[in-house]
């Protein structure tokens, strides 16, 4: 079973800024897109960031300018920095492998006004 573990989540105020972190077996972290995908109560998941194994990216458009993607080979493991955090950011943010072949557990992170 392949597992993706996640940290970094929690409680930060508008404006703020968290950094998520998941590590990936080596096996999968090497040959997979890396990203992160948020689902919000009541809403569908969505794709957040992605990055390549070349370390090309794509972002949501709602994220752009605000958060990075990056990936550390020698670590497997792929970071997202959130900065100006908004209300609409909080969800449970899930890192994966794929696109969409591998989960993690899930890392909430909350946004308050």
Not at 38 to 60: C, F, M
Request: hydrophobic fraction near 35%.
């Amino acid at each position: 079973q392949v597992q993706l573990v996640e940290s970094g989540g929690g409680l930060v105020q508008t404006g703020g800024s968290l950094r998520l972190s998941c590590a990936a077996p080596k096996n999968i972290f090497s040959i997979y897109i890396m990203g992160w995908y948020r689902q919000a109560p009541g809403k569908e998941r969505e794709l957040v960031a992605a990055i390549t194994t070349d370390g090309s990216t794509n972002y949501a458009d709602s994220v752009k300018g605000r958060f990075t993607i990056s990936r550390d080979n020698a670590r497997n493991t792929v970071y997202l920095q959130m900065n100006s955090l908004e209300p609409e950011d909080t969800a449970v943010y899930y890192c994966n492998a794929g696109p969409m072949i591998y989960w993690g557990q899930g890392t909430e992170v909350t946004v308050s006004s």
